[in-house]
């Protein structure tokens, strides 16, 4: 029988590394299992200039290196591998690592959501490095330079908006004929003198040796193929959370996401989610002192798996925080 520890947390981004400092400080010993990849998409980013308290900014790589410290510093114990299964079904909950089992009284969910790629020749080796999936964290950096979007939602739409306060020109590729964006936000973006639309066109390869430098662009109407130069490139194509292993375990929404007391009282593509409140729904946990809760009482989510909106690391860390007191209230209530 494999020791039962009190909490394991899946996830090792802002979201889970802040819940392990919380639970660690809690004197709950967490386990973290990290991941061999650990650090979430801040790993990639290079400068973060919005995270509070970092006035110079910081590195993606260095704010995650500190907050794993930080979180070692207080007695988290780290697993940097990547859990294969988990079973929810009974107590004490059960988390596998290939063949090797380990068991909690509660879990918390933190693994985060992948940005979409285009998988184009080049984008390995340059992102980071003017290919980036954060306009909004990123646009400061393109002042008088030129950048492009690719994708046609309101996410693009908004990446497209906050790269026009800096960039000299902004190229909206959109790969078929119309935007999926809203109206109003279709409006902003195809009145606004910096933006050329780059209409059924695709990206089929990022060029340049140290930074990005070029773009090879196809027009799939014409079939006419153009080399164009690029200070940066920005992907709006939308992101995947990294549920696959939750499936049948935990609630999740349409896109995938994790189904909380955080999430399940609002709005997920225009459709709102169903909520039964006789049998443990989000608005009888959020009501009930656990709005990180997940479908199953012990089971708990945070950062991006959960948020289909801000997508924030600030946010990220702040849910981690309220999922590890969650976590920790409902083992203080003997686990009811």
């Not at 908004?158 to 964006?181: G, P, Q, S, Y």
């Not at 196809?218 to 292993?245: Q, R, W």
Request: with cysteine.
């Amino acid at each position: 029988m494999a020791d039962v520890k009190k909490l394991i947390i899946i996830g090792s981004g802002p979201a889970g590394y802040t819940a392990a400092v919380y639970a660690a400080r809690a004197e709950l010993a967490p386990l973290e299992i990290t991941g061999e990849v650990y650090g979430g998409q801040l790993i990639n980013t290079t400068l973060v200039e919005n995270w509070p308290g970092a006035r110079d900014g910081v590195m993606g790589p260095e704010l995650m290196m500190a907050m794993r410290e930080q979180a070692q510093k207080f007695g988290t114990e780290m697993i940097d591998r990547y859990v294969t299964k988990v079973d929810f079904s009974q107590k004490p909950f059960r988390v596998w690592i290939g063949e090797d089992e380990y068991q909690a009284e509660a879990v918390i969910v933190a693994t985060g959501a992948t940005s979409i790629m285009l998988g184009i020749p080049g984008e390995d080796k340059l992102l980071g490095r003017g290919i980036a999936t954060c306009a909004v964290c990123d646009a400061a950096f393109y002042r008088d330079k030129v950048a492009a979007v690719v994708g046609g939602g309101d996410a693009a739409i908004e990446d497209t908006m906050a790269l026009t306060k800096f960039a000299r020109e902004v190229k909206l590729i959109v790969r078929k004929d119309t935007l999926r964006a809203s109206k109003i936000m279709q409006k902003r973006v195809l009145d606004n003198p910096k933006v050329e639309v780059w209409w059924n066109s695709e990206v089929r390869e990022a060029r340049g040796a140290e930074k990005l430098e070029k773009i090879v662009v196809v027009n799939s109407g014409t079939k006419e193929t153009k080399e164009v130069a690029m200070d940066g490139l920005f992907y709006a194509i939308g992101h995947k959370p990294v549920t696959e292993i939750f499936k049948g375990q935990l609630e999740l929404d349409q896109k995938g996401y994790l189904v909380t007391g955080m999430n399940g009282l609002g709005e997920v593509q225009g459709a709102r989610l169903k909520v039964e409140e006789s049998d443990g729904g989000a608005q009888k946990l959020w009501l009930s002192g656990f709005p990180t809760m997940t479908s199953v009482k012990g089971v708990f989510g945070a950062g991006d798996v959960v948020d289909f909106r801000y997508k924030q690391a600030v946010t990220a860390a702040g849910m981690g925080c309220q999922a590890a007191l969650d976590a920790e209230k409902w083992l203080e209530n003997n686990n009811e």
